[in-house]
């Protein structure tokens, strides 16, 4: 039975089957009896089921955000600052696995998120998205930069950033140290859009 702190209770049971099972064939019974209480206990801390998914992501979201702001606003060295955002986005993505998947898949789940919720949401990834394009910029104001559009350059690192928790969870060795693929993750980038 759900006693203290509730709400984190019933989040947690939640992420775990929305990560699972996916937002849209979970339903507020399924994570009640995770839990072994009645849905009236769930509709007693929150509005509905999408309240709970969004409350999910807006948890990472702002998290996620506020990291990348941080490292920007401390910055010294422009190439430094883009290893640091690269490598604190994967570490955020296996620390929380199961939120990032929920948070990618949302998006593509039809009816997940609707109305204020989905663009609050959606304002999250164009955030962040933005903070990696103006951190290119900057690397592209000193000709450190292939040529290229540079949204196309931040999609792409935000790509492998988002994916890391799939690659990480089905195809790593078990062994792979979290560190080293990073490394490797970064120099594949860098290679990819530094000039020479």
């Not at 509005?47 to 996620?64: A, D, H, P, Q």
């Not at 998120?113 to 000193?142: H, P």
């Not at 928790?165 to 195809?171: C, E, T, V």
Request: glycine share 6%.
């Amino acid at each position: 039975m759900v006693k203290e702190n509730t709400r984190e209770v019933l989040l947690s049971a939640a992420t775990k089957l929305f990560s699972e099972k996916g937002y849209l064939n979970t339903s507020i019974r399924e994570i009640a009896k995770e839990l072994n209480i009645s849905s009236s206990v769930l509709y007693h801390h929150f509005k509905n089921k999408e309240e709970i998914l969004y409350i999910i992501i807006n948890n990472i979201g702002s998290y996620f955000l506020s990291s990348l702001e941080k490292i920007q606003k401390n910055e010294t060295d422009p190439v430094e600052a883009l290893r640091e955002m690269i490598v604190q986005s994967i570490f955020l993505m296996d620390s929380y696995r199961q939120e990032a998947k929920i948070a990618i898949n949302a998006m593509d789940e039809v009816g997940s998120l609707t109305g204020r919720a989905r663009n609050e949401v959606l304002s999250y990834g164009e955030n962040i998205l933005g903070i990696y394009v103006d951190q290119l910029k900057k690397l592209e104001k000193l000709n450190m930069l292939r040529q290229g559009d540079l949204k196309i350059m931040a999609f792409s690192i935000f790509g492998i950033v988002n994916w890391f928790y799939y690659w990480q969870g089905r195809f790593a060795e078990k062994d792979a140290e979290i560190e080293e693929t990073t490394n490797q993750i970064i120099d594949r980038i860098f290679f990819g859009i530094l000039a020479k």
